[in-house]
């Protein structure tokens, strides 16, 4: 009997991890969702400052030093902010973003160091990787560009004073809910996209210099921004969709669990009929011999 | 009726404003105060934590705090790009007024170490005056005889 009632334990126990499996899924795909509608949002800024830069690099210098956050530097020091989430349940997502990374790191021309955001990368980092050169906390999902300017302005900071001579941003690219593709892009020095035109000549006040002043600061904030919303919309999706695997092996689970449990069922009453009719066949040999 | 022109307002975050008759832009550049009526020369400057006006047609008048930026200026059209921006309706005065304090105090202390530099609470600071003027001069504005209603907050 004890199997039997075994069996059923562990019926209701799947069900209940399908539960909270599906109820997790729901929460991934509202949050994804949030997610995706504020990088739509952002994207009049990028795309204007994109242009504006690409004006103004197109500027005739005249003789002046390009700004120092687009100057080119030979390469001594590599920055890498490392984009991760803080937990698990969310697939191959961190191990496929981790071992980008790794490619990177390992194909690089000059020493890497990590700038970690989010507690996954930074554990694997410490345990197996180069040295951190700082690490934060993961962002929150309701984010505000408050939240990573500390991140967009250290990054300035170590590349100003030389410490990294190229900051290169690593996250996952959200394509769709199935697809997640890590990504490396750079942050810094800025290249000016040469093609970006505007309609008119422009009178630039006070002077291109204080313009790029503005524009560049920002635009390095607006790419950890956007970094940083494709990689929790990656996040919640694979989440997502891990969480719907889940939930469908449990309900698989439950399906052969019931099956089990209706054959041990089944067998118990056929050995009990069994038992009573070989009591009955006794009793009645017993009588006829009497 | 007076010519026209296409204004936008956006931050990293979002489009904030959007409006297709504004009459004329007072924006903050960093070179002093900018009025700008459309068939402007194009012009792209940088502008500094301040109050930038929007008149649209009727009289209207949409007063916002910026945080900096900068600003695209064509005959038809002009786009702010800022770091912040906040309609004045939407500026909460003591939150405003608490920032400030607090920002006052970091001064006269002396930056806390591992925090922020001299130098950005020196724009905090700025920020957040410009945050409580803005509101401040909106209510005299609205105490005094004023053909304005109490909302006229529609984008577009």
Do not use: W
């Amino acid at each position: 009997m004890s199997t039997v009632r075994e069996i059923k334990r562990r019926i209701k126990s799947v069900k209940n991890i399908g539960q909270v499996t599906r109820a997790m899924e729901a929460v991934s795909a509202s949050k994804m969702r949030r997610a995706q509608e504020r990088t739509l949002a952002s994207r009049p800024f990028a795309e204007k400052a994109r242009e504006v830069l690409g004006y103004i690099a197109a500027q005739p210098a005249g003789g002046e030093l390009p700004h120092p956050l687009l100057q080119q530097r030979p390469v001594k020091q590599v920055g890498l902010i490392l984009i991760t989430p803080d937990r698990g349940l969310a697939g191959p997502l961190v191990s496929n973003i981790l071992r980008v990374a790794f490619r990177f790191i390992d194909n690089s021309p000059a020493p890497v160091q990590i700038i970690a955001v989010g507690r996954k990368g930074r554990d694997f980092m410490l345990r197996h990787g180069p040295p951190l050169y700082a690490e934060f906390p993961r962002p929150p999902d309701a984010l505000q560009v408050t939240d990573i300017s500390p991140i967009a302005r250290l990054a300035i900071d170590a590349y100003l004073e030389g410490t990294f001579d190229q900051v290169f941003v690593c996250y996952t690219d959200f394509v769709n809910t199935m697809t997640q593709r890590p990504v490396i892009r750079q942050l810094l020095p800025i290249q000016p996209e040469p093609d970006a035109h505007l309609p008119a000549d422009f009178l630039i006040e006070p002077s291109p210099a204080a313009v790029l002043d503005h524009l560049l600061p920002a635009m390095v904030e607006m790419q950890v921004y956007q970094a940083v919303l494709e990689a929790h919309a990656s996040e919640h999706s694979a989440r997502m969709v891990a969480m719907r695997n889940a939930t469908e092996n449990a309900e698989q689970l439950v399906e052969d669990l019931t099956l089990t449990y209706n054959k041990a069922r089944q067998e118990a009453i056929t050995k009990e009929i069994l038992d009573i009719a070989g009591g009955v066949e006794a009793l009645r040999q017993a009588m006829e011999r009497a | 009726m007076a010519a026209t022109m296409s204004l936008e307002i956006v931050t990293i975050e979002r489009k904030v404003y959007e409006a297709d008759d504004v009459e004329m832009v007072i924006a903050p550049g960093v070179e002093g105060e900018m009025g700008i009526l459309p068939r402007h020369t194009p012009v792209l400057t940088a502008l500094k934590p301040g109050e930038l006006i929007i008149r649209r047609s009727g009289g209207v008048e949409e007063p916002f705090a910026i945080g900096g930026g900068f600003m695209e200026v064509r005959p038809d059209k002009v786009i702010v790009l800022a770091d912040t921006a906040e309609h004045v309706d939407e500026i909460d005065i003591e939150r405003a007024e608490a920032a400030r304090q607090r920002a006052e105090r970091l001064l006269r202390e002396g930056p806390p170490p591992g925090g922020p530099s001299l130098a950005e609470i020196r724009q905090a600071l700025m920020r957040h005056e410009v945050r409580i003027k803005v509101v401040r001069r909106r209510r005299r504005h609205r105490a005094g005889p004023s053909s304005m209603g109490p909302d006229e907050m529609s984008a577009g």
